[in-house]
């Protein structure tokens, strides 16, 4: 089933999302449900990650490509950052046509359960560092706009306007 993505000023994406409860789900979900969810509209949205409150589902869940392959995270935890940051290019699917240079941990030793409740201890670094952090924050109610100046901001919605009237022009004459 695919599901649109929550518009930017959506509160849920400013909300800090409770653990996800095994068997309890929020939605009535059941953890298999859900993971096959968010990667079917990681997919469909074309991310690279996708977290449940980005499609209107309240749990502490999200989907993540790690070279290639699906990963989903329920309930996870950032347990170690790497002293070496990095800055690069950062874009998110509640925010069509927005991309920042924003600072991250270059690796991360990090914790989440899988689909079966199975805890996971894993480390990423690069990309899939840099994916996973940016999903947890919206597990705990940020986006990456919390990263950058009201300048940066301002300067960027500019940008994105055009960004998207070129885009809809695109598609009116695609039919």
Not at 43 to 68: C, E, K, P, T, W
Request: glycine share 6%.
């Amino acid at each position: 089933m695919i599901l649109d993505l929550v518009p930017e000023n959506d509160p849920i994406l400013s909300e800090s999302i409770p653990s996800y409860n095994f068997g309890f789900g929020v939605e009535s979900l059941q953890a298999s449900e859900l993971a096959k969810l968010l990667i079917e509209n990681m997919y469909h949205h074309h991310g690279i990650g996708l977290s449940a409150n980005q499609i209107g589902i309240s749990s502490r869940a999200f989907a993540m490509l790690v070279d290639n392959t699906p990963i989903v995270c329920f309930n996870p935890k950032i347990l170690e950052e790497s002293e070496e940051w990095t800055y690069d290019k950062e874009g998110c699917l509640s925010f069509p046509a927005l991309v920042f240079k924003i600072k991250r941990p270059k690796a991360i030793a990090v914790t989440y359960q899988d689909q079966d409740g199975q805890t996971m201890l894993a480390s990423f670094s690069d990309l899939s560092s840099r994916c996973f952090c940016h999903e947890m924050e919206h597990m705990d109610g940020y986006t990456f706009l919390d990263h950058v100046s009201d300048f940066q901001l301002k300067s960027a919605r500019k940008k994105q306007r055009l960004t998207l009237r070129k885009i809809k022009r695109k598609e009116k004459r695609n039919g």
